[in-house]
């Protein structure tokens, strides 16, 4: 279960302590938290990557795929660059779980 970003702090936090890790054409931003049960996800998704419904459309294909794979707790904030849009929901799967997977590295190695 994905819940949403719903609290300024949070942005907040997500731009001071964040970390970013990119996918070509999608990035993330995220704060592992493991107090933050479920995840909670926010998007950012500009008017440069495309019309107001191809966007939702990529909005609900990610959060669709988020639904179904294994994140971390914490605060996650995705954003998506133009050819994101154009991409097939396999593809945009298979970004998302390539962000995860930097995600679990990232939590694995020291700091």
């Known amino acids: 279960m994905i819940d949403r970003v719903r609290e300024r702090d949070a942005f907040v936090r997500l731009r001071r302590d964040g970390v970013r890790v990119r996918t070509d054409p999608l990035w993330c931003s995220f704060v592992l938290d493991p107090d933050l049960v479920p995840p909670q996800v926010a998007f950012a998704i500009g008017r440069a990557v495309g019309s107001a419904v191809s966007r939702n459309r990529l909005r609900r294909r990610l959060r669709a795929v988020l639904a179904g794979c294994d994140v971390p707790p ?38």
């Open 74 to 111: 914490g605060l996650y904030l995705f954003g998506a660059r133009t050819p994101a849009c154009e991409q097939t929901f396999a593809d945009v799967e298979r970004t998302v779980e390539s962000l995860i997977s930097k995600v679990h590295r990232q939590q694995m190695s020291p700091r």
